[in-house]
């Protein structure tokens, strides 16, 4: 037998999801993780460690640089995805950038135009496309089996930043950029819709709000979900909460409360659809199982015992819980493959089996939509349709539209 030679990975970022993502690369059997870059040295040598990656930097610029490496995963605070991507796609690698891809639409554009003129592979991650029974909602609302979707509802909570005491990086607008609920956690829920339904959202009412006003500023380097360790009082401008209406195209109708400041709710996604002929719910914090029911009768479908493994990856079987880890790993499987088979980028524009920066830029587009309508008190259109395919021109600014 002969031995494929390994891809060889680098994840920059040592915060909440980078080690994620080193665990997912691994588990998958996609690649070898050879290196480990940040930002700060004591937590950039204690992340590695634990991770048994030898090769831990912080000059992150030569990391990019080496050409021994083939896949950058970029798992930064928001401020940094745009240049660090750039930088790495230009120095020849395939990337797998965290969402938001960019804090403003046109420079989330001009990236995947990038992506598309050097042939590289890129992806955003979008998590929670990689649950099975994510897949499984997808494909029966795909067989027709709901029928014509009329309306899609959901949520999603969180409640890592329900007191003034608790502090991260994407507080802070420079960094996190001028939306934190919606580009953190409603841009999820935006994609996973968009992505079940296979329908466009094509326009957005929002009311947002910031109802901790002034939080007790740590350094900066308490991670997300962990407590903050306390400092100044500082002015916070971005939304905690978030009311989202929305309209599909063909006239659906959809509705998502997001919250980071909601007790008790860890990370409670959720959506469910009403279709023509059935409804259909799924719930992030109970993954195994859909909701699939009529007015005559409602079943609940569990993962069946191969669902979600069919490489040959040692994926855990049905009634052995997978979840968010399994979901990240299984969503870098077709991104990795393509690599692996050699697969142009450029042919497969269109068809690719994995999230792409299209997606990411088309996510960033619906938070600006979300934040001029907030602005106008009015709904917002999302900009001219922009697809996967690479309709690859910068999109024009959402325009405030009045609904009698
Ligand atoms: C924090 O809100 C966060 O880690 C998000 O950044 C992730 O995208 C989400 O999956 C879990 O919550």
Redesign the pocket.
Known sequence: MTRRTLIRVAVIGTG??GPHHVDAVRRGGYGQVVALGGAEPEQLAACAQALGIDRATTDVAGLIADPSIDVIHICTPNATHVSLATAAIESGKHVVV??PLALDSASAWALVRLAHTERRHSMV?F??RGYPMVQRARALVAEGQLGSIRLVHGRYL?D?LARASDYNW?VDTSIGGPSRAVA??GA?WFDAVEYVTGLRIEAVFADLATVIARRAKSDGSAS??AAANGGKMAQVSSEDVANLLVRFEGGALGACVVS?VSHGHH?DFSFELTGSLRSLAWQQERPETLWFASRDDALTLTRGPREGDDTGVPALPAGHPEG?GGALRDLFRPFYAAIASGEDPAQSAGRSAYPTLADGARAVEFVETALASAKTGSWARMPGRADASGDLGVASQPQPIHRS
Do not use: A, G
């Open positions: 909440f999801v965290e969402k991650s998590t929670y969180q890592w994407r953190d956690i999820h997300t979900f980071q990370n968010w």
